[in-house]
């Protein structure tokens, strides 16, 4: 991912947040998220709640291996690299499940932006000038 992309998932991640102080770090519950998540339609429509537990213990640890998963004293709170692997995971899940046929980054990067639109942190440009 390029270093707009990553902005772009610290930014929604912070609009996530009831309100924080600067100073605070960002962790944001999983159970306020599933309200985002059920807004933008992705939970109820592409997964439910069984299936974003299992993403959102992909996305807390940093291997893959069951054996290496650490305990976290705040299982539920994301920061914002444990967000973008919780994207990545119900990226991959919707993927799987509705057997896209293209390559699975395309449809990342499409689903990044729809996020993204739905959080209000990508807007797009309309150039008034540009000729038909």
Excluded at 5 to 32: F, G, N, Y
Excluded at 48 to 69: C, M, R, S, W, Y
């Amino acid at each position: 991912m390029c270093l707009s992309d990553h902005r772009l998932i610290e930014q929604t991640l912070d609009s996530c947040q009831l309100k924080r102080m600067r100073s605070a770090t960002v962790k944001v519950d999983l159970r306020w998220l599933c309200n985002h998540l059920t807004r933008w339609q992705l939970l109820g429509r592409d997964f439910n709640l069984q299936e974003l537990a299992l993403i959102a213990v992909f996305a807390k640890q940093t291997t893959t291996d069951p054996e290496a998963f650490v305990l976290h004293p705040q299982p539920l709170e994301y920061n914002y690299a444990e967000f973008e692997r919780l994207l990545l995971g119900m990226a991959y899940h919707i993927f799987i499940a509705k057997k896209k046929p293209r390559k699975f980054e395309e449809y990342l990067g499409e689903m990044l932006d729809t996020i993204f639109r739905k959080a209000q942190v990508l807007v797009e440009v309309v150039n008034e000038n540009m000729d038909d």
